[in-house]
Nanobody, 124 residues
Framework: QVQLVESGGGLVQAGGSLSVSCAAS????????MGWFRQAPGKEREFVVA????????YYADSVKGRFTISRDNAKNTVYLQMNSLKPEDTAVYYC?????????????????WGQGTQVTVSS
């Protein structure tokens, strides 16, 4: 069992930066691939970025490539999402999730544990 708790969301102006974190409980955190998804009002949840258990591979949605960076610290059971050059269209609830396998990380169905989400709002 893995429990995930996001933190660090908030309000930022367009062009600004924000960092969100996801703290995991459980000693098996390092065996899971981790991903970030987001859901804007009235829209479906969409993939943002994922990282393998070792951090050796990262996958980014085209919409955030070059602006967002995912990282993880297995010693701290934490995954991070650094968001730069934020745009109003990045406004959403951001969820972290854990996947037991390395394949299909862009699909929400690959993840078995989810956090409660943290709100990120980018004003224009």
């Amino acid at each position: 069992q893995v429990q995930l708790v996001e933190s660090g969301g908030g309000l930022v102006q367009a062009g600004g930066s924000l960092s969100v974190s996801c703290a995991a409980s459980g000693r098996t955190f390092s065996t899971y691939a981790m991903g970030w998804f987001r859901q804007a009002p009235g829209k479906e949840r969409e993939f943002v970025v994922a990282i393998t258990w070792s951090g050796g591979a990262k996958y980014y949605a085209d919409s955030v490539k070059g602006r967002f960076t995912i990282s993880r610290d297995n010693a701290k059971n934490t995954v991070y999402l650094q968001m730069n050059s934020l745009k109003p269209e990045d406004t959403a609830v951001y969820y972290c999730a854990a996947a037991p396998k390395w394949s299909g990380l862009v699909s929400a169905s690959s993840y078995v544990y989810w956090g409660q989400g943290t709100q990120v709002t980018v004003s224009s």
